[in-house]
């Protein structure tokens, strides 16, 4: 279910930033300088999480970095969503919010969303496949559920028009709690 937003975010970005006004180039300026080491997230090429995220791919992120936590997605989340909102000078229009979570159950991915003028930039979270797979790997498995493990997440961040948006009403009724 992770990959729902992602895949609807890349089925929507196929056409990215044509055209768009100078307010709009200076967020999405800003959106691609973010530096998310000082949210504690960990750049890396989106082809090192999925290979279709190759960097001739015509549907991929424009960023991915990666970062751990141990005490719940949405705090960490609200972090990150803090810092890349002080880096484009704007608070999300949708979010931060996150998949449903307990004080025992560990929220699956989190989301957020800017908007300037007709560019849209799209912060998508979630447990990456890896970490998964170790996890089930494990002797007895490890329940990916509990929030108290080290888990490593995905971030990447997509930047599109009108196409982007497209889809994501339905991201609107999986992410209902707010990250904080």
Do not use: K, N
Not at 14 to 31: E, F, H, K, M, Y
Request: net charge negative; glycine share 8%; proline share 4%.
């Amino acid at each position: 279910m992770r990959r729902i937003v992602p895949i609807l975010g890349a089925l929507a970005a196929a056409t990215l930033l044509a055209g768009c006004s100078a307010d709009d180039q200076g967020a999405v300026d800003a959106a691609l300088a973010w530096d998310g080491a000082a949210a504690g997230v960990a750049e890396l090429q989106c082809a090192d999480l999925q290979t279709d995220w190759s960097e001739d791919a015509t549907t991929r992120p424009e960023r991915c970095w990666t970062f751990e936590e141990s005490d719940g997605l949405p705090g960490a989340f609200a972090a990150i969503t803090t810092s890349f909102s002080e880096a484009v000078g704007s608070e999300p229009t949708f979010g931060p919010s996150c998949a449903a979570w307990t004080e025992t159950q560990r929220s699956l991915g989190c989301q957020a969303r800017w908007t300037v003028g007709d560019t849209t930039a799209l912060l998508t979270s979630g447990l990456t496949l890896e970490w998964l797979g170790s996890m089930v790997e494990e002797d007895p498995a490890a329940d990916i559920l509990d929030p108290t493990l080290t888990a490593t997440h995905e971030l990447t961040l997509w930047i599109g028009g009108e196409e982007l948006e497209e889809g994501l009403d339905q991201a609107e009724l999986f992410y209902t709690d707010p990250a904080a």
